[in-house]
Each structure stands twice: as C-alpha cells, then as structure tokens.
C-alpha cells in the first residue's frame, strides 16, 4: 500500500476534476496545482497550494516552465524505502508527492482542428510527460493517473484501502501512462513527418511512429481461435475506424474489413454509386441516376455472392434506397449518412449493422498503407493514382467508342479495388462481371464468365451482360489467352497497362478479332 499524503494536479481535461478535488480535502490530503487548474479547484472551494509556492521558483516563460524542478520531480522519484534517498530529499527540503493527475496539452485536438504551425508547437506539453514517466517509473510509492475516466476507481481505490492505494492498481495505472506518452510523443512525431513531406508520398521517414487507440474489443478476429480489436489512429479521413454505428450486432473483424473496402470503392465515384462486398472483393458496383438506381444494377453483377454482403453507398441514404436494401440479407451498410425514413427502415432489421461516416474518404491525396510481416512492417503510400481519359494510348487499329472509354474508366475505377490477378467486366456505369483473386489472369476471366453465366440464368436472360461490355485488367495479359477467353465472353474493349514482353501477341489477337484496346501505363495490383 501507498499511502496518499499530497497530490499534485495539473489538468487541461478538467472532467470529474472538481469531485476528486473535494474527495482528497476530506481525506486533508495536500493538493499541489497550477495555473487553470489551480483557479478551477479553488473556485470549488477545495484548498490548494500553487506548484510555485511549493517550489519557491515562479512560473516563467509563458508558463512553459512551472514543474520542471527538482522539488516536484525528486518529490516524485525518490524512494522511500532507500534510506539515501531519504536523506537527500531532507537535505535539500524535498516533500515526497504521492499522487500526480496530469492529462496533457490538446496537441492532438489542436492538430484535427486545422491550427497553424506555430500553435500547434504550443500545444506540446514538456513538463506533463515529465511529471507522468516519472510517476510511473517509481509507481512503486507514487500513483499516475491520466485518464479523467479513472479517477472513480482511484477514488474508491483509497477508500477501500483508508487512505492508500494498491499496488495492482498502481502498475496497470503506470502501463497506461506510459502508453499515453508514448502515444503523445508518437502523434508529435508523426505530424512532424507530415510537416516535412515523409508521409504524403515524397519519401518515407528513416523511424516510422505509429499509434492506435482501442475504441473497439471484437469477439474475435478473422477466426473464433483469435484476438481481434479495433485501433483508430491519426488518420483524419473519415471512414470505418471513425463511423458510428447507428444499430445492429456487434461489428466483427471481417465486417469493419469488408466494411472498409466496401466504402473506399464507393468513394472512386462522384455519381450516385454503390459497392457491394463479399470477402474484401468487389460483387457488384454500379454508378447510376440515383442510389436506388445504382444499387439495382451493382446487385444485378452477382446477386448470389450479394446475399449476406456489404453495402457501401457514396452519399446519404433515402427510404427509396433503403427500401431495396433490405429486401435480401445484408450484414453491414456504411454510407456518409441516412435521413429518418431510412432509419427507420434499416430499424426493421435488427440484426443489420448500419454504419455513417459523416463523409467519404478522399479516393485522392496523401496516406500510407502498412502490412505487418515476420519482424517488421511493410510500408507504402496509398493507391491514389487513377488513369484519366487524356492518358489513354490507343494500341489497337480500332479505337474504342466514347461509350466504351467511359466504361473503360469506370472498370479500372473498380479494378483497382480487386484482389489480382483482377478482372472486370463493365457495360454502361456497372460492372457485369468480377473475376479476382486467381494465381493466373485466364482463370480469372473464366471465372467471371461463369459468374455471368449464372446470373444470366437466374434472371432468365439470353446471354449474359458481358456480351458487349468492356474489359479492365490491373496488370498486363502474359499472353493473348486471357484477352480471348474475354472475347468469347462478349468483351468488345479493353484497358490493362501494357508492359508485358507479349504486347504484340495481344495487340494482334485483339486486332484479328476487331477489339478495341487501350494502354493505361498504370498498375493497380492488389493483393
């Protein structure tokens, strides 16, 4: 047990400051304080003494310089059970400090609001993560505390303990300060890179910071034998990790996954667009006169793998929307937001997650993607790149007419979001068939054929949508196989980036069949 003598607080989060001030006066626990916070607990009328008075050494510089002193850190560190530490605290008139709440300076609120550079050096606290390691190296006799949230166990802590606190409190209290300033000096860290180019695509940094805070515990993760949590870092694009979750069951690792590739495809799309996922893969993506539009025409691709998917909409969902959206079974549905009548709708399906993130993710601009492997991170800029109609190069003798260039956009658009070797088929605005995830191109044509093929027979069509769309391909054809399988499908025109030592090959196979083709010169592998 570490009994509670006096009590140094400096707070910018003044919650629950006030009550825990009070409790400490009735227990004639000294308090020790500072500037706002100081004013705060006297104003309560809870008595407490001034950091400068305690130390005898003014608050200077603009406050930047009040607890850097021996009197408040030697207060802190020394131990009380080493009689030579005891000896020099008495020498120099060192009063021991047996409890420090400190929360830190806004720097990260300061950072999300927009503030300028020189205000947000202001925001970065130097005597607070002082004061806070030092509590925590010596929890043995001092007890940290830095989460407003915390202060109720604290507080029921010493009253279980008439006047002292326990060590295992102490110790996961220490385990959380110093998670809180390593989080600190990270998020610091990171937006220095930012300053300085290193995490928007310029360079990558020599030291790579990164931090997350849990906001969600999952049952498991991929599979039931695993641990999965949720992590929100620093990114200020909104999406997953920042939606709020409006109904539903609790989310699992595969829906904030699949939610999250779900939304990003969507984002590709000024119009009216949905995305529907299946296992981080594109079924179905169409851009249309209205939601309700695009949704009927993405669910039309693959309306099997649909069933028991997600739905990622581009702008706020109405009750025409939402009325089509529920009439199958669907686990999660993410868009910027949705009026009343389309809660009240999605209401209807209780075991429905609905999710809005008050905006889309930027498809453009700055962002690193990170892969953990055996001893270490992989780290590479986001995929923001997106071939433009102006850097077309026609390699065919036939060039594609303006309704398959548009088509031939908008299926790399979708491409770019499918596990390689990727392959869409795409015909007006929507994709008609998805081929993804296969060791080698021609299967992946094949596959999406057969996808076709089946939804072709469901609807009690002809022939299926291929016949007369287009075809968009994130890497080069090896071989001309791939491009004539596509053909036998209907395919009429095609983009893929070139590159491959069989270009030729290609091109001469789409010739001798009056395909059009086009070179990108971008790949977008996914894997």
């Given at each position: 047990?570490?009994?509670?003598?006096?009590?140094?607080?400096?707070?910018?989060?003044?919650?629950?400051?006030?009550?825990?001030?009070?409790?400490?006066?009735?227990?004639?626990v000294e308090i020790l304080s500072t500037g706002g916070t100081a004013k705060a607990l006297a104003a309560?009328?809870?008595?407490?003494?001034?950091?400068?008075?305690?130390?005898?050494?003014?608050?200077?510089?603009?406050?930047?310089?009040?607890?850097?002193?021996?009197?408040?850190?030697?207060?802190?560190?020394?131990?009380?059970?080493?009689?030579?530490?005891?000896?020099?605290?008495?020498?120099?008139?060192?009063?021991?400090?047996?409890?420090?709440?400190?929360?830190?300076?806004?720097?990260?609120?300061?950072v999300a609001g927009g503030a300028p550079f020189d205000e947000c050096i202001e925001q970065i606290d130097?005597?607070?993560?002082?004061?806070?390691?030092?509590?925590?190296?010596?929890?043995?006799?001092?007890?940290?505390?830095?989460?407003?949230?915390?202060?109720?166990?604290?507080?029921?802590?010493?009253?279980?303990?008439?006047?002292?606190?326990?060590?295992?409190?102490?110790?996961?209290?220490?385990?959380?300060?110093?998670?809180?300033?390593?989080?600190?000096?990270?998020?610091?860290?990171?937006?220095?890179?930012?300053?300085?180019?290193?995490?928007?695509?310029?360079?990558?940094?020599?030291?790579?910071?990164?931090?997350?805070?849990?906001?969600?515990?999952?049952?498991?993760?991929?599979?039931?034998?695993?641990?999965?949590?949720?992590?929100?870092?620093?990114?200020?694009?909104?999406?997953?990790?920042?939606?709020?979750?409006?109904?539903?069951?609790?989310?699992?690792?595969?829906?904030?996954?699949?939610?999250?590739?779900?939304?990003?495809?969507?984002?590709?799309?000024?119009?009216?667009?949905?995305?529907?996922?299946?296992?981080?893969?594109?079924?179905?993506?169409?851009?249309?006169?209205?939601?309700?539009?695009?949704?009927?025409?993405?669910?039309?691709?693959?309306?099997?793998?649909?069933?028991?998917?997600?739905?990622?909409?581009?702008?706020?969902?109405?009750?025409?929307?939402?009325?089509?959206?529920?009439?199958?079974?669907?686990?999660?549905?993410?868009?910027?937001?949705?009026?009343?009548?389309?809660?009240?709708?999605?209401?209807?399906?209780?075991?429905?997650?609905?999710?809005?993130?008050?905006?889309?993710?930027?498809?453009?601009?700055?962002?690193?993607?990170?892969?953990?492997?055996?001893?270490?991170?992989?780290?590479?800029?986001?995929?923001?790149?997106?071939?433009?109609?102006?850097?077309?190069?026609?390699?065919?003798?036939?060039?594609?007419?303006?309704?398959?260039?548009?088509?031939?956009?908008?299926?790399?658009?979708?491409?770019?979001?499918?596990?390689?070797?990727?392959?869409?088929?795409?015909?007006?605005?929507?994709?008609?068939?998805?081929?993804?995830?296969?060791?080698?191109?021609?299967?992946?044509?094949?596959?999406?054929?057969?996808?076709?093929?089946?939804?072709?027979?469901?609807?009690?069509?002809?022939?299926?949508?291929?016949?007369?769309?287009v075809v968009a391909s994130d890497a080069f054809f090896p071989f001309a196989d791939g491009l004539i399988?596509?053909?036998?499908?209907?395919?009429?025109?095609?983009?893929?980036?070139?590159?491959?030592?069989?270009?030729?090959?290609?091109?001469?196979?789409?010739?001798?069949?009056?395909?059009?083709?086009?070179?990108?010169?971008?790949?977008?592998?996914?894997?």
């Open positions: 047990m570490a009994a509670i003598a006096r009590a140094l607080i400096s707070v910018s989060d003044k919650t629950g400051l006030v009550e825990f001030g009070k409790f400490l006066a009735q227990r004639k309560a009328g809870v008595p407490v003494r001034e950091v400068s008075d305690f130390t005898g050494f003014p608050e200077m510089l603009g406050g930047r310089v009040k607890t850097l002193h021996p009197k408040v850190h030697g207060g802190i560190l020394g131990l009380r059970d080493d009689a030579s530490h005891a000896s020099a605290m008495r020498s120099h008139g060192i009063q021991p400090i047996d409890l420090v709440v400190v929360n830190l300076y806004p720097f990260e609120q300061t130097i005597g607070g993560p002082a004061m806070i390691r030092s509590s925590a190296k010596n929890h043995a006799h001092v007890t940290v505390v830095v989460d407003a949230a915390d202060l109720a166990e604290v507080m029921r802590d010493i009253e279980t303990n008439r006047g002292a606190t326990s060590l295992p409190l102490r110790r996961r209290l220490a385990a959380k300060a110093f998670a809180r300033t390593a989080a600190y000096d990270t998020n610091i860290a990171a937006w220095f890179a930012r300053q300085e180019g290193a995490a928007d695509g310029a360079s990558l940094p020599d030291r790579l910071v990164l931090v997350g805070e849990r906001t969600l515990a999952l049952r498991y993760g991929e599979n039931p034998h695993q641990v999965g949590a949720l992590y929100r870092t620093a990114d200020p694009r909104p999406g997953v990790a920042n939606a709020r979750q409006v109904q539903g069951k609790e989310l699992s690792y595969n829906n904030l996954g699949d939610a999250d590739a779900a939304i990003e495809v969507a984002a590709e799309f000024t119009e009216p667009a949905i995305a529907i996922i299946k296992h981080a893969n594109p079924c179905g993506v169409a851009i249309g006169a209205s939601l309700t539009d695009a949704y009927h025409r993405a669910l039309a691709c693959d309306p099997v793998s649909a069933f028991g998917g997600i739905v990622a909409a581009n702008r706020p969902l109405n009750a025409e929307a939402a009325a089509e959206i529920v009439k199958i079974f669907t686990e999660v549905v993410i868009a910027p937001d949705a009026d009343a009548d389309a809660l009240a709708l999605f209401a209807t399906k209780k075991n429905l997650r609905l999710l809005l993130t008050g905006g889309m993710p930027a498809a453009r601009g700055p962002g690193l993607t990170a892969r953990t492997i055996a001893g270490g991170l992989l780290v590479q800029t986001r995929d923001a790149a997106m071939v433009d109609d102006a850097a077309l190069k026609v390699v065919t003798k036939r060039a594609p007419t303006a309704a398959e260039r548009r088509d031939l956009l908008f299926g790399m658009r979708v491409c770019k979001h499918v596990k390689s070797n990727a392959i869409v088929f795409a015909k007006n605005g929507a994709t008609t068939a998805i081929g993804a995830g296969q060791m080698s191109r021609l299967d992946s044509v094949r596959i999406a054929r057969l996808k076709a093929d089946d939804a072709a027979h469901a609807a009690g069509a002809a022939k299926s949508e291929t016949f007369g769309s399988a596509a053909a036998d499908a209907g395919a009429t025109a095609f983009i893929q980036p070139g590159g491959s030592m069989r270009d030729d090959e290609v091109i001469a196979a789409a010739d001798a069949r009056g395909l059009a083709m086009v070179f990108s010169g971008l790949r977008h592998f996914f894997h």
